[in-house]
């Protein structure tokens, strides 16, 4: 008996969406994978905004979070191959979890899969 999923109309439609804007932490690193595919693997590091309690505290709180992200898609790492280490870059995809196995066993990582790169401003000379 096949089961059909049914949306309600007060539910959210289910959504993973990632709309990041930060500064390229180095040059994008091509890997050709056992597959065939090509994917480029990048750092986006965005800055976070100040937080006010954590002065009040006296805990040192990171000012940045640093993302992995990958590009699949051939157009997106065109887009990344005229990127320099320092430009702002506007970053559109999804969240993703890829599995695989290493000499260690079964392992994962959570990054952006871009699906869209575009250079906002290079980086500042020096």
């Known amino acids: ?3 059909a999923a049914v949306q309600r109309d007060d539910e959210p439609e289910h959504r ?4 990041l804007v930060g500064r390229l ?7 050709d994978l056992p597959s065939g595919d090509v994917v480029v693997a990048f750092r986006l590091v965005v800055d ?3 937080q006010p309690q954590a002065r009040s505290t006296g805990r040192r709180v990171p000012s940045v979070d640093t993302l992995e992200c990958a590009a ?5 790492q ?7 280490p320092g430009d702002l870059v506007e970053v559109e995809g999804a969240l993703r979890r890829r599995f695989w196995r290493s000499p260690g066993g079964p392992a994962s990582r959570s990054e952006v899969e871009a699906v869209r790169v575009r250079r906002i401003r290079r980086a500042p000379p020096g």
């Open 48 to 50: 976070r905004p100040p």
């Open 1 to 3: 008996m096949a089961v």
């Open 25 to 31: 932490a180095g040059e994008p690193v091509s890997r």
């Open 72 to 76: 699949w898609r051939r157009g997106v």
């Open 78 to 84: 065109r887009s990344l191959a005229g990127c320099e």
């Open 16 to 19: 993973n969406e990632v709309h």
